[in-house]
């Protein structure tokens, strides 16, 4: 592995330079030159004229075909370097080059009856990538010859060796169970959504274990949200391969922007967008780039985010919506991981507790908000609980959910009524501390049970430790304070991606004389959490005082 160093330290040097991202590997240079030769010779269907590869594609494409069969020992059928993870922005011959690098597999592989799949995100790009593949055999009559085609099935059969190539659409196709040699997966980002996801790329590295000759290649953008699941796990492992951080055999080739210049903005100078798309003037036009940036930016940071992650490799951190609370601007900025629940109790004077949730669709939202007892600033951790029903409901962001739960931030459950014992006690803690303003809970919520709970804590609204906080545009004054001291600094939270998340998924609509917080996309979009935040916070805003009696009004039904 020392040999097959594929880790790439000095990538920002290169990107800036327009240099490969490839770093210089002990290659088989006869498996690599013959791999590059085949690859060169095949036609583009799609292209005015129909030229080979080697006529019309951009040279960064090359080192990294020459890598992938390079690293193939004839001697052993062994392949030195496994997986491929290629970061690159729409536009740049992604689905195209990953289809003839699958017909560069079909052709040069050595194994009888071998299975190849190449798996799309969606029916369009896989019917697209199977007429990539069909257009290039028909294109050339040694390999017409050569191959069967199966069009109604999406098949290749090399009739020589009896190796099959399938094309497979995520959406709509049948994925798991996979035991091919070679895989091929367009946008991870997309096929990561899959509630299988995580199985397959178990199954996918299972299979590889036992074929040493075969390769995973991932060929994708940037992910049009946050990256959770198995994407964020996946590009992160290939982040920190580049880095030298981590010894996988593994090559990454990432076209992404240094943090300065995609933090800074610097990245909508047109002279910087070769850096991270290779392929600019030939598949990607630079006058299409200039149009979608005008109109982005006419459209708002929404439209811009979308963008930036799909043309530019841009990592979305919050997803920036026109109607977004203007407090998620900040709100990674005042992330303090050292704000855990036992931190905020030595640190806070008074601590208020805002409870936020609905049924058994919805996540259980706690929020514990403090003051600070040396310069009064407000200090947020926040935990949520789901019922395991949940990830059944609601598919699309279990895997999400679950990302959660490895963090500690969430705790899947299969009986909800074991919650609100474990909140009691956190809630007694406090109590026990002579610091607790008060228990803000939704006034409409589903409490019952829960508040005979606190009852046994002597936790009431009779002596006013129990408050009910009033939503919609009542709830305004707790929205715009706390995106006050979230902008001047003066509330910090511990930098969950839970809440980060919730924050995310806040929605502002205004009304003739006030404004409220939902959220952006129901069912989906949960933000539980963030609404406990902003209940505990529309008590701390009367500046409660345990010592003293409470000055706030009770409106808890």
Not at 252 to 257: D, K, N, R
Not at 293 to 315: V, Y
Not at 391 to 403: F, G, K, N, P, Y
């Amino acid at each position: 592995m020392d040999t097959w160093d594929t880790s790439c330290p000095d990538w920002e040097k290169r990107l800036l330079a327009g240099q490969s991202l490839v770093p210089k590997l002990p290659l088989f240079d006869d498996e690599a030159a013959k791999a590059l030769r085949c690859f060169k010779r095949l036609r583009i269907p799609d292209v005015i004229g129909t030229p080979t590869i080697g006529e019309a594609a951009a040279p960064w494409l090359y080192p990294i075909v020459e890598t992938i069969f390079g690293c193939y020992d004839a001697e052993t059928n062994r392949r030195a370097i496994q997986e491929i993870f290629l970061l690159i922005p729409k536009k740049n011959w992604k689905t195209g080059s990953a289809a003839c690098i699958m017909l560069t597999a079909l052709i040069l592989n050595r194994r009888p009856e071998a299975e190849l799949t190449f798996i799309a995100p969606t029916k369009d790009v896989a019917d697209r990538a199977y007429s990539h593949v069909d257009g290039s055999i028909r294109l050339d009559p040694q390999l017409t010859t050569l191959f069967q085609r199966q069009n109604h099935v999406r098949t290749i059969t090399n009739r020589l060796t009896g190796a099959k190539l399938q094309v497979k659409a995520a959406d709509t196709d049948t994925v798991t169970g996979i035991r091919s040699a070679y895989i091929m997966i367009d946008e991870t980002h997309v096929f990561a959504t899959k509630a299988s996801a995580h199985a397959i790329f178990v199954e996918i590295r299972g299979a590889l274990a036992a074929r040493p000759d075969g390769f995973l290649i991932q060929i994708t953008t940037q992910s049009k949200t946050p990256p959770v699941g198995v994407f964020r796990t996946e590009l992160h492992n290939a982040r920190d391969v580049r880095d030298g951080k981590l010894k996988l055999p593994m090559l990454p080739v990432l076209y992404e922007y240094p943090q300065r210049i995609a933090n800074s903005g610097k990245w909508k100078d047109p002279k910087f967008w070769p850096l991270v798309n290779p392929n600019i003037n030939l598949s990607v036009d630079e006058g299409f780039l200039a149009r979608e940036l005008m109109k982005a930016e006419r459209e708002g940071a929404q439209a811009m985010g979308l963008f930036a992650s799909q043309h530019f490799n841009i990592e979305i951190g919050i997803n920036l919506r026109t109607d977004r609370w203007p407090g998620a601007e900040y709100w990674l900025d005042r992330a303090d991981p050292h704000l855990t629940f036992d931190e905020v109790l030595e640190r806070s004077e008074v601590i208020v507790v805002g409870i936020d949730g609905g049924g058994l669709d919805d996540l259980f939202g706690l929020a514990v908000l403090g003051r600070d007892k040396v310069n009064k600033d407000w200090l947020l951790w926040s935990h949520a609980w789901c019922h395991t029903s949940v990830l059944e409901r609601r598919r699309s962001i279990a895997q999400t959910l679950e990302d959660f739960a490895t963090d500690g931030d969430l705790t899947i459950v299969d009986d909800i009524a074991t919650v609100e014992p474990e909140i009691v006690m956190m809630i007694a803690e406090i109590k026990q501390r002579d610091i607790l303003g008060a228990v803000a809970a939704d006034s409409e919520g589903p409490f019952g049970a829960f508040v005979d709970l606190l009852d046994e804590i002597e936790v009431t609204q009779e002596n006013k430790l129990l408050v009910g906080v009033n939503q919609g545009i009542r709830l305004m004054r707790a929205i715009k304070t706390a995106e006050r001291r979230l902008s001047s600094g003066t509330m910090r939270h511990h930098g969950s991606r839970l809440m980060a998340w919730c924050v995310a998924n806040l929605k502002i609509e205004a009304t003739a004389t006030a404004l409220r917080a939902t959220k952006a996309n129901a069912g989906d979009a949960k933000i539980d959490p963030a609404m406990a935040m902003f209940d505990a916070v529309d008590i701390m805003t009367t500046n409660p005082d345990p010592k003293m009696a409470p000055a706030y009004q009770l409106f808890f039904a």
